[in-house]
């Protein structure tokens, strides 16, 4: 398992759940774990998952399938977040398009957080049509119930 679930087996995963939904409510004080747990989990995904949050002008996550597509994913540790306008700007101007040139196979852009605000639909509608990628969100708690749904019978 990736170094963010070790330590769990199937039969304690229920306690790192409850960590990593306690992580997407933290704020600042655990989003750097949200942000690696949330590559442990992409890992388990079968992606090729690698923290990128630490560095400058950098998503949190960036993930690659073995489908030769890839993806940004930025996790947001509130419990109702809406795209500002700075993270909307940094996901067109610095995220997407580095990791686009880097490896030119980048399919989607994803957020990651407990919940999100009533205008997040148009909010990745936006990004997506300025940056001609795909955008998505999911709840934490939808993402641990994909991965159980993964582990209970891969794809």
Do not use: W
């Not at 990593?20 to 942000?35: D, Q």
């Not at 999100?116 to 955008?135: H, K, L, P």
């Amino acid at each position: 398992m990736g170094e963010a679930l070790d330590g769990f087996r199937p039969d304690t995963f229920s306690m790192f759940e409850a960590s990593y939904l306690n992580m997407a409510i933290s704020g600042t004080e655990l989003a750097t774990e949200f942000e690696i747990a949330t590559k442990g989990i992409f890992e388990q995904l079968d992606f090729r998952a690698t923290h990128v949050g630490n560095i400058p002008l950098n998503p949190d996550v960036f993930a690659e399938s073995p489908l030769n597509y890839s993806g940004v994913i930025d996790t947001k540790a509130y419990r109702n977040y809406s795209i500002t306008n700075d993270h909307r700007n940094r996901m067109i101007n610095n995220y997407i398009p580095t990791y686009q040139s880097r490896y030119g196979n980048v399919q989607f852009f994803m957020y990651v957080g407990d919940g999100f605000g009533s205008n997040i639909d148009s909010q990745i509608q936006n990004i997506a049509q300025r940056t001609e990628v795909n955008g998505c969100v999911i709840t934490a708690r939808n993402l641990i119930r994909l991965l159980k749904l993964m582990i209970k019978s891969p794809i």
